[in-house]
């Protein structure tokens, strides 16, 4: 009893953490309708997250008696929208916390007569009832993903039930990222064969990242033209041009930002040392993951003409970003100079930097040097040995 009580209190706190948006009060005309389909009776709570303007938005929906959500999305051609269920079965609840179960995603068509039928037993059986042309060719993408997503989280159910008996699951991880691989070869298959579909700019979109700016440039540039003058499109070029020009070789873009003691600093700053440019986030596992190899760097050059710039991107209300930004800072010891990303400075959007974490060395010139994304502490750590032997020579 005193589990549900506690399981309970987490959805419904899951749940506020999302703000419920105007959309509602939108008129047909300018909106996007989309009605999602439940069990007659429900009382589920269901959070719809999508995007208005390139701005990350949810809604909290309840149902009507006869289990339908309806909501007004923002009026245009393409989006693409996840939907949670608040429920029991789509979260682990374990001592330290909770895990959600990954949210299926769908693409929304403007036009059409868009349906979603939930599973309310299993958010990831939920499917595309009805859809414009685009939305059903997403679905065979999107279908693949939700398989891959389904087999992760049996893998973390699975993990957590070995951790108890402490017993090993690299087996169950060798499956998965076997799975992963497949999937990953058939994204990129179903993006060469549909070069005039926005369908397949959206899958594009979500795996991009992980390419260099030179490969991603040259599957974009395969769309048609049609599909790159998407609004989608337009994004995704002016993404990509901002990453070319903070490439490796590129000069950083000229910023000016205040740093979380208060204090002015810009791009001027960065000149006459080496500087590592850190762009991360408190909710980013792998962000979080990497530093204490960068303390350990820290340590090891910061009397060598080297230090560091955390740039950090949150989101929600102002507020809770820094609390969560501070507590991060706090909770990781990372005590070198830190910033906030925000509208005003919008140094994430100017360093064309489109997933977390990415790091970018810059040297007394204010050249990029270095730049990845992901992990790859091993790749930094030998740029830093090249970078200081190669001082030490000159010197």
Known sequence: MLMKKYLKSIIMGVAGLFALTGSHAQTQKDCVQLELRGNKGSKTIVMLMYSDNSDSKSARLMPDVEGRYLFNLPNTPFQTVNVMLMNEQSMLVTESGFTPKPRPTFLIEAGKENIIELNEVDQLNSRLLKGGEESKLYEEIAKQERKY????????????????????A???KKGLSKTGEQLSDNMKSFVATHKNSVAALEVFSSYYTGLTIEEATSEFDGFSKKVKGSELGKVLAQKLLAGKSTNSGEQIPNFQVITKDGKSFNSKNLEGKYWLIDFWGSWCAPCRASHPELKALYEQYKDENFDILGVAFESGPLDNQLKQWGKAIDEDGIQWHHVLNNKENELVKKFGVTSFPTKLLVDPSGKIIYRSTGGHGEDLANKLVEVFSKKEKVQ
Not at 149 to 168: G, T
């Open 149 to 168: 997503a389904q087999q992760s989280w049996e893998v973390i159910l699975k993990k957590d039930s070995l951790s108890k008996l402490n017993k090993s």
């Open 170 to 172: 690299d087996d169950l």
